[in-house]
């Protein structure tokens, strides 16, 4: 029988990292960062979809197949940029800020395929979380794989599991919009119809 007394437990390789992100989610969640009420509505028919992903990624691949399935002439500003590693933060928050300030930009999708924890921390990373909390852009991230939760998940103005996702919270279905379209337009005619009507009524009432 071996006996074992500890006095302190710490969490070593992956249990350090995901103690550290979610400290770090705490406090900003303390911060109100995270609260519905600093989310912003994406457009129903954005002029422009800013796309912030790897460089010839699969992620671009489906949001570019998606957008367009839903809207032929959906315009795509695309932003390919590290999306792990050293440089993974500074180029994305760099990416995010131009498109932040592009006249024609009414939404942003940050996406990326899976990975391991390690390679999914720069969207764990504090500054560039600050960053999206202070944009007036919406943007919608779609970060991994479904059980993947980095930080930018929970300030984000919208959550996708998958880039296909993200496309469809993006880029309007056209021929839904065209179908409601039609739909409102017969209600006009019907409105139309049923005044003039009413207006025929009461000038011939004032004749007689």
Do not use: C, Y
């Not at 390690?118 to 960053?131: I, Q």
């Amino acid at each position: 029988r071996i006996l074992l007394r500890a006095s302190e437990i710490h969490l070593a390789g992956v249990g350090d990292l995901l103690a550290e992100i979610e400290r770090r989610r705490r406090l900003l969640a303390q911060e109100g960062l995270f609260a519905p009420e600093r989310k912003h509505a994406r457009p129903l028919i954005p002029r422009a979809v800013g796309v912030v992903t790897g460089r010839d990624s699969d992620a671009l691949k489906d949001v570019r197949r998606i957008a367009t399935a839903r809207f032929p002439s959906v315009r795509l500003e695309v932003r390919e940029t590290a999306v792990q590693g050293r440089t993974a933060v500074a180029q994305v928050t760099a990416a995010l800020l131009e498109l932040e300030a592009h006249p024609d930009v009414d939404v942003i999708i940050v996406t990326r395929g899976g990975g391991s924890l390690e390679d999914l921390l720069p969207f764990s990373d504090e500054g560039l979380v600050r960053t999206v909390a202070g944009m007036f852009t919406p943007v919608i991230s779609a970060i991994g794989h479904e059980a993947d939760r980095p930080i930018l998940d929970d300030v984000a103005d919208a959550r996708a599991a998958t880039p296909t996702h993200a496309a469809t919270l993006a880029v309007p279905d056209s021929a839904e919009i065209a179908a409601n379209v039609n739909v409102l337009r017969q209600r006009l005619r019907a409105r139309m119809r049923a005044r003039a009507a009413h207006d025929r009524r009461l000038l011939n009432a004032w004749r007689q």
